[in-house]
């Protein structure tokens, strides 16, 4: 028996499933302007838009933007930590496949390099406009977004330290961290318009990786 003090149950339930009903509806309006602005992104190759055109597109109002995103960048920002989430699921699921632990971190750090490799015929402004900028403006959100990468790499780093495949001295998680930083400044560099430099590959990424970590 509830005492006078506490709400009846049927009035707990009734708020609940009201809440539970509100976040399924926002976390609906909220994909819809991702979807909008990625098709945007998409079509012009530039993340140079308004937000009144992903509004448009989403067929949704200006006053339910702002109820979802802060602005502009808080919206690019979600695309961004979407984009990473997936690369990092990506790139786990093609570790999978193999049973020796320096060979997944080889192919993590392969897949992750060719990622964050600049091309310019693939058209991915997130990471070729957008990321450059919050690197410089917004650290912090830079870090969190690519917590999914340090979690996966760090989780890859630590089964091979418990196979005895890394130096006794390496620290794991700050290796994964050392690595993925490495990694993805070396492939951003690597796209030179130089015709006579060679690009660095991802397999020489990770060659270099697996071997400064790893028991030679």
Known sequence: MSSPSEEPAWKQRAVERSIKTAKVRAAQRVQRFLDAAQAIIIEKGTTDFTVQEVVDRSRQSLRSFYLQFDGKHELLLALFEDALSRSADQIRAATAGHTDPIERLKVAI????????????????????????LLVSHPSEVKIAHAPLLVLLT?????ASEAGKLRKEVNPKRMAAITMQTVMFVAQSSGSDDAT?????????GDFCANGFAVG
């Open 110 to 133: 392969e897949l992750l390099f060719e990622s964050s490799r600049p091309d310019r015929a693939a058209k991915r402004p997130l990471f070729t406009d957008f990321a450059p900028r």
């Open 197 to 205: 430099v060679k690009p660095i590959s991802a397999e020489e990424g």
């Open 155 to 159: 989780v890859l780093m630590e089964a």
